[in-house]
């Protein structure tokens, strides 16, 4: 059934939410054209009229943070110049968060240019979903949520992982805060890895503070990417813990061609390392990339639940979920 106040649109990285959504809202995907043309640019045509109504863009910008990005802000733009009253963009990962401060100097704030891109391209309303850091909301001037998945990540951990004799092991110092909810949730103790970034994209572990020998370890993160951060710990406690899992909320698996050929060799390196699940969840889609110690967790009635909020609802997204969870 066609909804007729307001309109959902997906874009390439979102198909694998769409079936749920809109079956637990009860609505259509409204229908778009996409299409590249041989130099890389996109184009979009939507194929129905938006005109007055209240539209939903779920793009996560993941698998070429570039193209997602610029998906959704062509979207936008062909949805304003159709006279949509209202743009909402869920963006359940939030690529470019990282850079989120000036580090060395001389750098961009990308996090702080992606939001201002996003601002001005029409956008009039964004929700993240475990954004690398909470104060980049502050960048926006419009409306912003940021939804916690540490409550499914908690739930699914509890229902599948004997969590007997284990810690929750945080991975930098900027993961403590999440970290430890984890573990006040599951009734655990929390202990802290110092790890200094030695390269782009690895790092060097100095010290764990807090016990973990003979330990079932519990690491939780915000993203993976390389996969390293997690890796370079593993590779120093492994011999000295039982058993090791690791969830997290993105699974960007960047793979680095130069030592995978393709993601089953990725988590082969893990499940060789001692770990024995990796849960995620599908804020990014990992259609593709099965293995056997690879764990989706759905999140997709959490964005039905955020969109019918916004679109029905009288009460906030944070009242929303508080409710929902007392
Ligand atoms: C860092 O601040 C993040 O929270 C993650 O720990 C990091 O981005 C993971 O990246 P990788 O898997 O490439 O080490």
Do not use: C
Not at 110 to 124: M, P
Not at 175 to 189: E, G, P, T
Request: glycine share 6%; no cysteine.
């Amino acid at each position: 059934m066609k909804n007729n106040h307001y309109v959902i649109f997906y874009l390439s990285q979102s198909n694998h939410l769409s079936t749920n959504i809109s079956k637990e809202l009860g609505v259509e995907n409204g229908e778009l054209e996409l299409k590249r043309f041989l130099d890389g640019e996109i184009y979009i045509r939507l194929k129905e009229s938006v005109r007055g109504k209240e539209v939903f863009i779920i793009q996560p910008t993941a698998n070429n943070v570039n193209d997602s990005l610029m998906e959704i802000l062509i979207l936008t733009d062909s949805l304003k110049r159709s006279s949509a009253k209202e743009v909402t963009a869920i963006i359940p990962y939030f690529g470019y968060a990282r850079q989120d401060r000036l580090n060395k100097g001389r750098e961009a704030i990308t996090s702080k240019l992606v939001a201002t891109i996003i601002e001005s391209s029409g956008i009039d309303r964004v929700v993240t979903f475990d954004i690398h850091a909470n104060q980049i909301q502050g960048f926006f001037n419009i409306p912003t949520d940021n939804i916690k998945t540490i409550r499914y990540l908690a739930r699914e951990t509890k229902k599948n992982i004997d969590l007997n004799n284990t810690i929750i092991l945080a991975p930098d110092f900027g993961s403590v805060k999440r970290a430890s909810v984890l573990a006040s949730m599951l009734d655990l103790n929390l202990s802290v890895i110092d790890k200094r970034r030695v390269k782009h994209n690895d790092v060097e572990i100095q010290n764990i503070i807090g016990e973990y020998k003979g330990k079932n370890i519990l690491m939780i993160d915000d993203m993976i990417d390389t996969g390293n951060t997690l890796k370079r710990t593993i590779e120093k406690i492994k011999n000295e813990v039982d058993g090791i899992n690791i969830v997290a909320t993105h699974g960007v698996f960047s793979l680095d061609k130069t030592k995978y050929k393709n993601h089953q060799e990725y988590f082969d390196e893990f499940e060789k390392l001692g770990v024995k699940n990796i849960y995620v969840t599908n804020t990014i889609d990992q259609t593709g990339r099965e293995h056997k110690i690879l764990k989706v967790i759905d999140i997709s009635s959490v964005i039905a639940g955020v969109i019918d909020v916004i679109a029905n609802k009288e009460i906030s997204i944070t009242e929303y979920f508080n409710k929902k969870w007392n």
